[in-house]
């Protein structure tokens, strides 16, 4: 398992006719060289994760509980042939593309150690908006990201560092739950009966999962 690319992306006008206001970081490009790695502070405050790397609305993205996102390399390839297109490195406006990491069907609270520095630590998955539909340029691509179910995930910073394209990725800690990416992400998604699932892995979830679930949990018991 290794790290094909570190993507950086830099703060731009949103040129989207349905979101024609504020910037965007979303455009992300591999970079070479060494990337540095820290908690970013709590979102709406922090950013990215990964210096350099630009934060458009700090009110839904960025943060420590989603300082980084990771998408795999086969879940990109799988939709090269879906929409007939290339899709380089950094296009789902990615951090980090993974080779040989099941990103979506990782648990939420394992860890992954990029480099001999970093650590990760899952915390959800990615939830798709305008602003990814009008970057990609595909009618409804909302809808169809989401009816995969693929999301790729958000990640913590446990141990800070540097890392750069060809690093290892190796999981040194997976919790002992069933709760992975790609559930949480249909939970809070199409199935919010699944909610009350997630509650298992509580103390690794995104803080807004933990309180979504137990709001749901709390209305089914009244």
């Known amino acids: 398992m290794k790290l094909l690319s570190v993507n950086l992306g830099r703060a731009c006008p949103v040129p989207y006719t349905d979101h024609p206001e504020g910037v965007t970081g979303i455009d992300k490009r591999p970079v070479d060289g060494p990337v540095g790695v820290a908690a970013p502070g709590p979102k709406g405050v922090g950013g990215s994760g990964l210096a350099g790397d630009a934060i458009g609305s700090l009110r839904h993205h960025g943060g420590d509980d989603q300082a980084v996102y990771a998408m795999a390399r086969e879940d990109l ?26 990103v979506s ?8 150690r990029i480099g001999p520095d970093v650590v990760l630590e899952v915390t959800s998955g990615r939830i798709p908006c305008r602003t990814f539909q009008g970057h990609l340029g595909e009618s409804g691509w909302v809808k169809r990201f989401t009816e995969r179910g693929a999301p790729g ?8 560092g540097e890392i750069r394209a060809g690093d290892t990725v190796e999981i040194v800690h997976r919790p002992d739950h069933d709760v992975t990416v790609a559930l949480q992400f249909r939970a809070v998604t199409t199935r919010r009966d699944l909610l ?24 089914q018991g009244n």
Not at 90 to 102: M, P, R, S, W, Y
Not at 153 to 160: D, K, S
């Open 77 to 102: 390839d799988e939709w090269q042939g879906v929409l007939g297109r290339d899709l380089p490195d950094g296009v789902f406006g990615e951090n980090l593309t993974t080779q040989g990491v099941d």
């Open 105 to 112: 069907g990782a648990l939420i609270g394992e860890r992954w």
């Open 153 to 160: 995930a958000y990640l913590r910073v446990i141990e800070p």
């Open 196 to 219: 009350p699932r997630l509650l298992a892995a509580r103390e690794a979830l995104h803080p807004e999962t933990v309180r979504t679930a137990d709001k749901y949990v709390a209305a």
